[in-house]
T-cell receptor, first 115, second 111 residues
Framework: AQKVTQAQTEISVVEKEDVTLDCVYE???????LFWYKQPPSGELVFLIR??????QNEISGRYSWNFQKSTSSFNFTITASQVVDSAVYFC????????????FGAGTRLFVKA | DGGITQSPKYLFRKEGQNVTLSCEQN?????MYWYRQDPGQGLRLIYY???????QKGDIAEGYSVSREKKESFPLTVTSAQKNPTAFYLC??????????FGPGTRLTVT
């Protein structure tokens, strides 16, 4: 069965600190997709990144970076030099190729960035 | 502008009434989804549709119904059978690579 675990419920940092959000997943499929979404206080989820199971290259986008490791079934998200605008709930998610468009979301990690 | 629209943003209903939440997309995506989010919680899948005239139950479909008569539209009806309908409802559309694009959500309050 597919499962996504975000063990960190809340994280609080001071502006300019680096912060890593953890995501561990479980799947039996060999082809699957991992995602990160951001939910700011307004409520609308924003798609950040998709990674497929055959591509373990790490990705960097500005202050955001993602570390995908199949050996540990993890897909961690790091924000470098955090800013107050990064305060949000972040969700990790998993879709299996055999899942028929169904996506499983983790419980989310609430990030507070203090000025 | 391409995107997902949900209306209304806030909705108030009396207990026992059915209510329909609107979701429209102009991204030309085949898949559409409805999620429910309770305060401080993650997303729970209510229904999803991969193609017009077809939809599947998610994890918490009881008390809800949907239709998919057009590619652009996926309305959700919260029926009086739903025991705890007060929640934040999010609609999304999705690509063939499963990434989803969300609407702004509808906050439903039933008293």
């Amino acid at each position: 069965a597919q499962k996504v675990t975000q063990a960190q419920t809340e994280i609080s940092v001071v502006e300019k600190e680096d912060v890593t959000l953890d995501c561990v997943y479980e799947t039996r499929d060999t082809t699957y997709y991992l995602f990160w979404y951001k939910q700011p206080p307004s409520g609308e989820l924003v798609f950040l990144i998709r990674r497929n199971s055959f591509d373990e290259q790490n990705e960097i986008s500005g202050r955001y970076s993602w570390n995908f490791q199949k050996s540990t079934s993890s897909f961690n998200f790091t924000i470098t030099a955090s800013q107050v605008v990064d305060s949000a709930v972040y969700f990790c998610a998993l879709s299996e190729d055999t899942g028929g468009f169904k996506t499983i979301f983790g419980a989310g990690t609430r990030l507070f960035v203090k000025a | 502008d391409g995107g997902i629209t949900q209306s209304p943003k806030y909705l108030f209903r009396k207990e026992g009434q059915n209510v329909t939440l609107s979701c429209e997309q102009n991204l030309n995506h085949d898949a559409m989804y409805w999620y429910r989010q309770d305060p401080g919680q993650g997303l729970r899948l209510i229904y999803y549709s991969q193609i017009v005239n077809d939809f599947q139950k998610g994890d918490i479909a009881e008390g809800y119904s949907v239709s998919r008569e057009k590619k652009e539209s996926f309305p959700l009806t919260v029926t009086s059978a739903q025991k705890n309908p007060t929640a934040f409802y999010l609609c999304a559309s999705g690509t063939s690579f499963y990434e989803q694009y969300f609407g702004p959500g509808t906050r439903l309050t039933v008293t």
